[in-house]
């Protein structure tokens, strides 16, 4: 085994590629915590987030998206996680962890004296259990872990060891470890109903050893949550934090506005945005994102499995007019599936143009017949329900029939997984899980990420190729040309309508302070924070 310190790993960060140095193979981090373990004095005080998407369930392994991220991360803690603007991995469970010369096997030391919100000591085999509920539920985070690590290999070595021995190299493994939310095996074990690993438990109740505890929740309304004061880096600034479902972007804004909530959901109309700004009472930060705006194309479903059909929906969409006009230019075209920020991103891609003309060319190729197709759009993301009904103004002048279908994410969620029930097309992003390439490329166009993220159900086998060579290749500079590869394949097949990159514009009250934003997560990781 090779070792690393992570006072290298960390302070390295601003030198050299966070993931070269944090999940590179052979390569291993850390002893102590960074200055992320400085304990905070509790505070008191509550603050009230207005989201747009629903909480249908608190189970941290059912749930892999940032609509509904607060739980996991203010409730549950991993391995590792993702803090700040460039994204940097730091310790947090683990407090360091090796790999072998082979990239196969991650060994992670556990920091000892963690409890779990019941008092119940943390140890390695909350680790285990944790990795195989996830292989088991098959939900959430599953696609990301499935092809690498079977049931029943990862190993306890002793109360504060645990091994993951992997199917096939993985130079992306550790960056991924921030979504094994670790949850408390024994209370689940005493929970457990007909072998359903306690889903309806957990579903409602907290088996966490995050920052906070949940103490009530409601599918219609949130969840509340209470300060763990015991959090082994001590207790979180804001005694308790209520995050609430509204699913009208006009109410959050009035409420923020009024103080009924003290931050909110950042993706809405730019015109909601410049409302924000002119408030005196509000903060409207702004950060660079790599938060990937596209529309999903049904591959694998006529009339779309011609790629002249692609093309022809690729046209259809007015870029400038979204970009300059509906957003005033808040956001950056991103012509591919890797953000323009992110290594492994070509710079010359040209991607497409809005023009008519040359959907209609397309069009006149396609051998299928033509039907009404069903474009959908996010209730609670008015973005996603406006670029839905600007792709109909194109196909309608292109001469394609089609229907919008607004639904919420819950619903929308369910029905990707399910390519008999996903929509023809759909807007949404790509948000950052880890920031690595393979995030984007690998998540959206790999066949073994159908009924997970490649809701496109796009496949190529190059592509898969040139992504499984990629995972398994430890070296950055090695790494980065097959992401660009993968890039002008996916757009010259039209795999998907690659549309934006992300700007956040994160709006809180101006008595919050101390909030940092993290692609991963939106800056909705609340132990930070303190009302003044």
């Not at 392994?61 to 991995?89: E, I, Q, S």
């Not at 889903?199 to 109740?205: E, T, V, Y």
Request: proline residues 6%.
């Amino acid at each position: 085994m090779a070792t690393r310190d992570t006072k290298d790993l960390v302070a390295g960060i601003g030198r050299r590629d966070l993931l070269k140095a944090g999940a590179a193979l052979g390569t291993a981090g850390a002893v102590g915590m960074p200055h992320i373990a400085e304990a905070q004095r509790g505070g008191g005080g509550r603050i009230v987030f207005a989201n747009g998407s629903a909480y249908d369930t608190m189970d941290p392994h059912a749930t892999f998206d940032v609509g509904r991220v607060a739980y996991r991360l203010n409730c549950y803690d991993g391995l590792m996680r993702w803090v700040d603007n460039p994204p940097k991995l730091e310790p947090w469970l683990a407090e360091s962890y090796t790999a072998s010369e082979d990239g196969k096997t991650y060994t992670f030391k556990l920091r000892q004296g963690v409890t779990f919100h019941d008092g119940a000591p943390l140890t390695s085999e909350d680790v285990v259990y944790s990795m195989e509920r996830i292989l088991a539920v098959k939900k959430g985070a599953y696609p990301l872990f499935a092809p690498l690590v079977a049931p029943g290999s990862t190993k306890a070595l002793d109360r504060h060891t645990v091994q993951f021995n992997l199917t096939t190299p993985s130079a992306i493994f550790a960056a991924t470890t921030h979504d094994i939310y670790v949850v408390n095996s024994a209370l689940l074990k005493r929970n457990e109903r007909d072998g359903d690993w306690g889903q309806a438990f957990i579903g409602r109740n907290d088996a966490g050893s995050g920052s906070y505890i949940i103490r009530r929740f409601d599918p219609a309304r949130g969840f509340l949550a209470q300060r763990f004061d015991k959090h082994f880096l001590g207790p979180a600034g804001i005694a308790e934090i209520d995050f609430r479902y509204v699913a009208e972007v006009n109410s959050r804004v009035l409420g923020l506005i009024r103080g009924d909530f003290q931050g909110t959901d950042p993706y809405m109309p730019q015109d909601q945005i410049v409302r924000l700004q002119a408030d005196a009472n509000l903060n409207v930060m702004e950060a660079e994102s790599t938060r990937l705006f596209y529309s999903c194309i049904h591959n694998q479903r006529a009339p779309m499995n011609d790629i002249n059909f692609r093309k022809a929906l690729c046209h259809a969409f007015d870029y400038d007019g979204w970009i300059n006009n509906i957003l005033g230019g808040s956001v950056v075209r991103n012509t591919g599936v890797v953000p323009n920020p992110m290594w492994g991103a070509p710079k010359d891609l040209p991607g497409y143009t809005y023009d008519i003309d040359k959907a209609k060319w397309y069009l006149a190729r396609v051998q299928a017949p033509m039907r009404e197709i069903v474009v959908a759009g996010m209730i609670g993301y008015e973005q996603s329900i406006q670029a839905a009904s600007l792709l109909q103004n194109g196909l309608t002048r292109a001469g394609i029939p089609s229907r919008l279908l607004n639904e919420p994410w819950p619903v929308v969620s369910n029905k990707m997984r399910d390519p008999e029930q996903m929509y023809d097309l759909l807007f949404l992003w790509r948000s950052t899980y880890y920031a690595d390439p393979h995030n984007w490329a690998g998540e959206l166009l790999h066949t073994n990420r159908h009924r997970g993220g490649n809701a496109s159900y796009y496949a190529n086998p190059e592509v898969d190729r040139l992504l499984n060579e990629a995972l398994a290749t430890p070296d950055q500079a090695k790494r980065a040309p097959l992401y660009e590869q993968v890039a002008r394949i996916s757009s010259e097949d039209a795999a998907a309508i690659f549309i934006h990159n992300t700007k956040w514009y994160g709006p809180f009250r101006k008595n919050v302070s101390g909030v940092r934003f993290c692609p991963i997560g939106d800056g909705q990781e609340m132990r930070w924070l303190s009302i003044t």
